[in-house]
T-cell receptor, first 117, second 111 residues
């Protein structure tokens, strides 16, 4: 596709259920980021993938959160046993990873709005 | 400590007024800096990009400035409109390292 695609765009789930969020980065982009935005708050870093390197998971808030990415393809963010405080917009961004280039740009998806009831 | 700090976290301005958003960064060495606009319910989109050699860039009523010596950037919105209500995110691209994202400035324009 032409841009970063996230699915679903909206998800309502019951407390305690597991959810899986998907991010399709731009083809060829080696870097992929997941961020969370709670209502009225700023971006909160979750996890960073760069090619086949070990991901930086330092932003994951608890062991209920996990993310996977195979190579430079799709990434999935899984939240187990969802809680109401998990309600937020989950944003994915990808970039070429060629950070030395002056035109490097992060391309964002539309986000997944997660509501835990 | 976050490598990119934005201030104020949020502000409310009257339609027609100007405002300035700040982005301070510690990233070094530096390649480029972008400001993104995120409308409610949408993903952020790029507004301006500046390399280390540029100190100002305009996009309509939006003007970004960059001082690479003090590692500061600002985004100035002139004659604000209701459609300027959004989150504005500063993203810094270092050389040979991953992108650094600010948390964003939340702007609300009221009539």
């Amino acid at each position: 596709g032409a841009g970063v695609s996230q699915s679903p765009s909206n998800k309502v789930t019951e407390k305690g259920k597991d959810v899986e969020l998907r991010c399709d980065p731009i083809s060829g982009h080696t870097a992929l980021y997941w961020y969370r935005q709670r209502l009225g708050q700023g971006l909160e870093f979750l996890i960073y993938f760069q090619g086949n390197s070990a991901p930086d998971k330092s932003g994951l808030p608890s062991d209920r959160f996990s993310a996977e990415r195979t190579g430079e393809s799709v990434s999935t963010l899984t939240i187990q046993r969802t809680q109401q405080e998990d309600s937020a917009v989950y944003l994915c961004a990808s970039s070429s990873g060629v950070e030395a280039a002056s035109h490097t740009e992060a391309f964002f998806g539309q986000g997944t709005r997660l509501t835990v009831v | 400590k976050n490598q990119v700090e934005q201030s104020p976290q949020s502000l409310i301005i009257l339609e027609g007024k100007n405002c300035t958003l700040q982005c301070n960064y510690t990233v070094s060495p530096f390649s480029n800096l972008r400001w993104y606009k995120q409308d409610t319910g949408r993903g952020p989109v790029s507004l301006t990009i500046m390399t280390f050699s540029e100190n100002t860039k305009s996009n309509g009523r939006y003007t970004a400035t960059l001082d690479a010596d003090t590692k500061q950037s600002s985004l100035h919105i002139t004659a604000s409109q209701l459609s300027d209500s959004a989150s504005y995110i500063c993203v810094v691209s270092p050389r040979n390292n991953r992108l650094a994202f600010g948390k964003g400035n939340q702007v609300v324009v009221i009539p």
